[in-house]
């Protein structure tokens, strides 16, 4: 077990490692002149020239990376220009938007999944389970940002019932003071309900929009392992024992359906990391994802720099974790 | 049995079976089944996978049903517990227990019939135990199903006492392990130690045994003895293992083609067999008593298409009897009672009485 | 899923039909005909996406209106005779600018197939059938790759390489690679333990020869599904890194650029702009993922 887990970080450490080369070789190497960007096209050559040297681009390109590393791994992510502040600032400053909208977007996506992969295989309706195949595709295969503009259109603009592209709380709704940073907690944390639903509200399109892909994703695997798991012959000795059929589905199918799912993990926090990314800019969502794609507009990539290094990141920790879950969770693999 | 030997005392008697879904059963009988018949739908063909099958079962009986894969054995099982999954569907007919007649169509209903009445001990001990819950939860889950009134620790001591009655040792230690933790044996008796927590009036094996080694099987089947004799449970034993048959049952059951083609005591059917199927499927297995050499017989041609069943007797195609006769290809044969009074012996065939007549006075001259 | 036993019985039954077996490519075209006459998801799937090969092949012949030229009189038109598709702000046709939209999309997806399937089939097939250090040396590569959300990296590469179409497909393809040199690397693992490969080894074919003649074969079905698989991802992928601003540059008639064009009007009533090359990319990518899907089924009898 201790030896797994050795290798398991052993082996994560030498992805993250790999990942960060990769991600300073194209954002540090490549592009034409930094000192350009930042001082702007009216700068003189000699100040170019003197911020090239402060900002280190001299140096062997080896000694680069391990300035950027070493900044970065004590927390100095660089300077964003166009904000004038540290990317360390700007990131903390819009993490809780970012954390409360994938959330939500998360908790809808596992919800819907498991809802309706469980009506597709229960009954076996061909309609029912023809449909929830339907969504499945369609949810893969719609561009996030387009389905944003698609509900936004529809329910604010045509039906007027849900909130528009304006953030997180409506103008007129203060924030509710800061204990989590996350609106309906600290909302509710106050006992202010109508804040709390001013933030639910604003929350429903965008987390439905962000959810989307992880939903097509999580249902077309529980699905399948679902219907795998309801073959099998330990669901019909359970049966036998008396035992109703919905009991012995959310009993013994839904948890060895589960399992195989625990692995994905990764994959929907991708999808929710890039998503975030096109989904924000649509609903003018203040965080992370918006402003990397208002930092990507501004060619401000000190910002893009230190999403990307964060997002492999949290990529790889997500992966090991969920790696020895596994083992915690699966009697299986947890004893040999 | 034993008297059974004294054919020349038999008065012999044939009619027709007639079974009335109404039937009240008799007294000592704990399982009746009347007309069962199941189905199979898939994209318009449909499978009939039982075929009108009626029988008794007594208590502490052992019947044994006997047959090639696909003649319907574990279909059988499973209408009687309720159990035909869609596509499939128990299209008529009913299952007595114990004088009631089973809610076979309401499954809540049928949710208190199953693992307390009927346990069913399933085919894989393998695939049979859910690989994510502790042996313990799922021992305890059927006796938490039906005695709903006891605590924790009255089910956990209960659950001991099972492991302990099929020899599991250190049962109270072992409750807490996995099923991957188990053998194959081990299972198998987890198995049994389910399906007989409550002790049900009748117990339905398929293929117990079948994946296991010689030494374990034999284990296992002494295990089953031991218990339903205690229990006075009846045992319905699901097999292709003629010999297993042999050891264990009271009346063999065999099935062709989804039908019940002779129900016969353990020692008519051994001596000599009324069906042209039973006789050949006997003459397919080895047997030490009879060691002529040359090579073993196999039954020729192949097992009928479930989904395309000729009009008459589904055996004509390979039967050495039948094969070509007008009212074997035209008419399916009705079950013929034979034997005394009383006796097991029950055959689907246009020749039964014919051939058991030649065999009874065979076994007089002999 | 089970549905895929019956068409496959169907076209085979068909196929048993004909007679003496003559082998032309219009019996050929004949039986796939039929085939698909039993599989309506497959067959939907492939008449959407050889529609949109039509429409952006064909498209810009018969509607010959420019996607470039600037008309601000008639700007903000919504759909029409005239205009179909309506016009965007500054007045092009946006029919004309959908249709060499649809050109670049799958033109890109295209490239984007080929090109990775080249590269990550060559590192699959090369780990997988040799092994040793060069086996872990390329999955640690391709193991870097993967430490990234896909699109997240493809943004990086493009960051780095400086925005437009190629960068994006470049950024596209480097995060293809792994789906390809994965999967082909485990199929050949398991191919090359296969009986009917050792014999061959065994009757002295050399290593290239089996590759080419034994190996290569049997993967064709593997990578025409990762294919179809890859297209939609790389049209999807294109439109997001042309939506926030990493692809295609303004005047260039991109879906994704379009639909963030759209993106500022959608919501004071000239819902137009946006919904058509979304609605394009959602058709095109459905098209793929059902084409994926099917072809998963019929070709791997271990997926349901």
Not at chain 1, 50 to 59: C, D, H, S, V
Not at chain 1, 211 to 217: K, S, T
Not at chain 1, 271 to 295: C, R
Not at chain 3, 258 to 282: C, D, E, K, S, V
Request: hydrophobic fraction near 50%; include cysteine; charge should be neutral.
């Amino acid at each position: 077990m201790i030896r797994f887990m050795g290798v398991k970080l052993a082996s994560g450490l030498a992805a993250i490692f790999g990942a960060s080369i990769l991600a300073f070789i194209f954002l540090r190497i490549v592009p034409g002149n930094p000192a350009r960007l930042i001082l702007g096209p009216l700068a003189t050559q000699q100040a170019i020239d003197a911020q090239i040297t402060t900002m280190g681009l001299r140096e062997p390109i080896y000694a680069q990376y391990l300035n950027y590393m070493g900044g970065f791994l004590r927390g100095n992510w660089g300077f964003s220009y166009s904000a004038g502040q540290p990317v360390t600032t700007q990131v903390a400053n819009r993490l809780p938007a970012t954390v409360e909208l994938a959330l939500y977007a998360f908790l809808f996506a596992f919800i819907a999944a498991v809802v309706l992969a469980v009506l597709s295989t229960y009954r076996r309706r061909a309609i029912i389970d023809g449909t929830v195949r339907g969504l499945a595709i369609i949810g893969l295969s719609m561009p996030p940002f387009w389905f944003g503009i698609l509900v936004l259109m529809l329910f604010f603009s045509y039906f007027g019932i849900l909130p528009g592209p304006e953030g997180r709380l409506s103008p007129t709704t203060a924030a509710p003071d800061a204990v989590t940073h996350l609106y309906t907690v600290d909302a509710l944390l106050h006992g202010q309900f109508a804040t709390f639903l001013d933030a639910v509200w604003h929350l429903i399109l965008p987390a439905i929009t962000l959810g989307l892909a992880p939903f097509a994703f999580l249902v077309r695997l529980l699905r399948a392992n679902l219907l795998d798991v309801s073959h099998e012959a330990f669901i019909v000795v359970v049966r036998s024992k008396g035992i109703g059929r919905l009991w012995a589905f959310a009993r013994h199918a839904l948890p060895n359906a589960f399992l195989p799912t625990l692995t994905a993990a990764g994959l929907i926090l991708a999808q929710l990391l890039s998503g975030s990314v096109l989904v924000e800019k649509v609903f003018n969502w203040p965080g992370i994802g918006a402003l990397v794609s208002d930092s990507i507009v501004r060619q401000d990539y000190a910002v893009v720099q230190a999403f990307i290094l964060l997002s492999a990141f949290c990529f790889v920790v997500v992966n090991i974790i969920v790696d020895l879950l596994y083992h915690v969770i699966d009697p299986r693999v947890r004893v040999s | 049995m034993s008297d059974s030997k004294a054919i020349g005392a038999r008065a012999t008697r044939t009619s027709k079976v007639e079974h009335t879904a109404g039937d009240p059963p008799e007294a000592e009988t704990v399982l009746s089944v009347r007309h069962i018949q199941t189905e199979f739908v898939t994209r318009g063909t449909v499978v009939r996978a039982v075929r009108d099958v009626s029988f008794d079962v007594k208590r502490a009986q052992k019947v044994g049903i006997v047959g090639e894969s696909g003649s319907g054995k574990s279909a059988l099982a499973l209408s009687i517990l309720g159990l035909i999954e869609p596509p499939g569907r128990v299209t008529g007919g009913s299952v007595w227990l114990n004088g009631r007649e089973v809610p076979l169509r309401d499954d809540r209903r049928m949710g208190r019939v199953r693992g307390r009445e009927i346990g069913l001990v399933f085919q894989d001990p393998m695939t049979a135990l859910d690989p994510v819950q502790s042996i313990g939860d799922q021992v305890a889950e059927g006796i938490r199903r039906h005695q709903r009134r006891i605590s924790r620790k009255a089910v956990r001591r209960m659950a001991v006492q099972l492991l302990q009655d099929v020899e599991i040792p250190m049962a109270d230690h072992r409750l807490d392990d996995y099923p991957h933790q188990y053998s194959g044996g081990m299972r198998q008796r987890i198995m049994i130690a389910i399906a007989l927590a409550n002790s049900p009036d009748v117990l339905i094996a398929d293929e117990p045994t079948t994946a296991l080694d010689v030494i374990t099987q034999a284990q296992i089947m002494d295990l089953l003895e031991r218990l339903v004799a205690e229990h006075h449970t009846a045992v319905i034993l699901i097999t292709h293992n003629l010999g297993l048959v042999a050891e264990f049952c009271d009346v063999v059951q065999v099935m062709y083609a989804g039908r019940l083609v002779e129900r016969s005591g353990v020692d008519d059917i051994f001596d000599g067999a009324t069906h042209p199927y039973t006789e050949a499927l006997l003459r397919s297995v080895p047997r030490s008593d009879h060691l002529e050499s040359g090579p073993l017989p196999s039954i020729s041609g192949a097992p009928p298409n479930l989904a395309a069943l000729p009009r008459g007797c589904a055996f004509e195609p390979r039967c050495p009897i039948g094969h070509g006769r007008e009212v074997c290809i035209q008419e399916q044969p009705m079950p013929i009672l034979l034997g005394p009074p009383g006796a097991e012996m029950r055959v689907e065939c246009h020749f039964a009485s014919e051939r058991y007549e030649r065999a009874r006075a065979e076994g007089e001259t002999r | 899923m089970a549905s895929s036993a019956e068409p496959r019985q169907a076209a085979s039954q068909r196929s048993a039909g004909n007679g003496p077996r003559r082998d032309t490519p219009i019996t050929r075209i004949g039986r796939g005909l039929a085939y698909l006459w039993h599989d309506p998801v497959l067959a939907s799937g492939l008449a959407l996406g050889a529609l949109l090969v039509v429409v952006a092949a064909l498209g810009p012949l018969v509607w010959t209106a420019s996607p470039f030229a600037i008309d601000v009189g008639s700007s903000l038109q919504p759909p029409s005779l005239t205009h179909p598709m309506g016009t965007d702000s500054v007045g092009r046709d946006l029919l004309a600018r959908f249709d060499q939209g649809a050109r670049i999309s799958l033109a890109t997806g295209a490239i984007v197939v080929v090109v990775s399937a080249l590269i990550g089939g060559a590192i699959g097939i090369t780990a997988g059938y040799l092994g040793g250090w060069l086996d872990i040396l390329l999955m640690r590569m391709i193991d870097a790759i993967l430490a990234f959300p896909p699109l997240v990296l493809a943004m990086a590469v493009t960051v780095g390489l400086g925005v437009g179409v190629t960068t994006s497909a470049i950024g596209i393809i480097l995060t293809a690679v792994p789906f390809y040199a994965r999967l082909l690397r485990s199929d050949v693992i398991r191919l090359k333990a296969l009986p009917l490969i050792e014999a061959t080894a065994a009757l002295g074919a050399t290593r290239t020869r089996i590759m080419l003649r034994h190996i290569l074969p049997h993967l064709v079905s593997t990578l025409l599904i990762q294919a179809a698989s890859v297209f939609g991802y790389a049209i999807l992928s294109l439109a997001a890194l042309g939506f926030v601003g990493l692809g295609a540059q303004v005047p260039t008639p991109e879906w994704g650029t379009m639909i963030t064009n759209g993106l500022q009007y959608a919501l004071t009533g000239q819902w137009w702009i946006a919904l058509f090359p979304g609605l394009g990319l959602l058709l095109a990518v459905t098209a793929t993922s059902q084409i994926a899907d099917r072809g998963r089924d019929i070709f791997d009898p271990r997926s349901r």
